[in-house]
């Protein structure tokens, strides 16, 4: 969103006009691939930007987003009764979610060696979820793996309201309510509803960047901090607290008045440390300092600058495979287009560098190239140029397109949960 430095500017068109930005809103530009970037350093005045606020104007988003993903439960539930799978077991018995589970009963220390000398460790896998399900299952009557289900679902609709807010705040309600919509409509947003930790790492990503994009440092470092004892990606909820702030300290037009300058820097301090934290104590409890990345080589994780994939994309070429590598190097050339497209339209620079780090891990990562697509589902800024358009088509136009993205989910959902590998 561009803006003047004293206010009175005006935000991206919507719906067909312009969204006239308050008078006494302080904004700093930051520079972005394509120009200067407003980035809101303070919050907007009035009860329409607090957190309540937020949530009120977010129940039309919420109600969506639980319609979209209630179709995926159902279609689900149906297919596995035509196969004989059970859809409760498929969202919460299979894969990550075990391996969860167990953290959550028995604590860290579990392996599994297998053939070739490749050791399994539970500690690849970050805490924070397993101690949600330890905590539940300890005060209601449910098991973890059950309690990984509450937690995913709870996490799940504060992920969308933290991506209303996101939305909401560069483009509009509209806009915000669309974006919420295609990010529970994606091809693998059927994890959204498993005892995985992607909703809970995303609802701790968005409202962090939220709460960069207000200029509410501290919350945005203890979001960014728990974030990173979610998951390994929670590097990028880091980066885009550090950079931004990085970038606005090192402005010399617009430097932040010593107050705000220290609540930046106490979110900068804390952002790092869930992180942090737990790679440490894996290289303490393992004996070395690159112990977490030994945890990960053990499962065949690592980075190769993206040789891995590339190889295995092209080699869904050779024989009647083709049609499965077109639609691989079709999606990864989608991605990219969507990010640069945010870049060349102004996005602001936390969610670029947030996206932009999340897409590099994912793309660079060696590993089960099966969990590419899961593992890029928390870059929801990726979808702002879609639902920005979305929001500028005609209502019944942006409800069929929103419906048909939502049953075509529902259904390769329940295709790939029924599947023998994992997602």
Known sequence: MTGGSTGGGTGPAVGGGPVRMPDNWPVT?????????????APAPGPARTA????????????????????????????????GKDAHHLLSGRWDAVWYSRIAEDGYGYTLPLPGGK??????????????????????????????LLVSAVASLA??????????????????????????????????????SESLFTALAAWSLYAVLAGRWPAAGMCAALAGLTRPVGAAVVAAVWVTAAVTLLRRDRRPEPPERRRMLLGVALAPLGWLGYVVWVGVRTGGPAGYLDVQGGWGNGFDGGVAFG???????????WPAGLGLLAGVVLVVWLYVAGARRGQPLPLLVYSGTVLLLALTAKGYFGSKPRLMLPAFPLLLPLAAALARARPVRAAATAGGLALAAACYGAFWLNGSGPP
């Open 159 to 196: 992920a969308a309201a933290g991506i209303f807010a996101v939305g909401e705040r560069l483009h509009g309600r509209r806009a915000g309510v669309a974006l919420v919509v295609l990010w529970a409509a994606l091809p693998v947003g059927v994890v959204q509803s498993m005892a995985y």
């Open 311 to 321: 190889s295995f994309v092209a080699g869904r070429f050779t024989g009647a495979a």
């Open 119 to 148: 050791v399994h460790s539970d500690l690849a896998f970050f805490p924070l979820l397993p101690w949600l399900e330890r905590a539940l299952s300890a005060v209601l009557p449910l098991s973890a793996a059950d309690a990984g």
């Open 52 to 83: 309540s606020g937020v949530l009120r104007r977010a129940a039309p988003a919420l109600l969506a987003y639980a319609a979209v993903r209630a179709l995926g439960v159902a279609v689900l539930a149906l297919w596995g009764t035509a196969t």
């Open 29 to 41: 530009e930051l520079a972005s691939p394509s120009g200067p970037t407003g980035i809101r350093t």
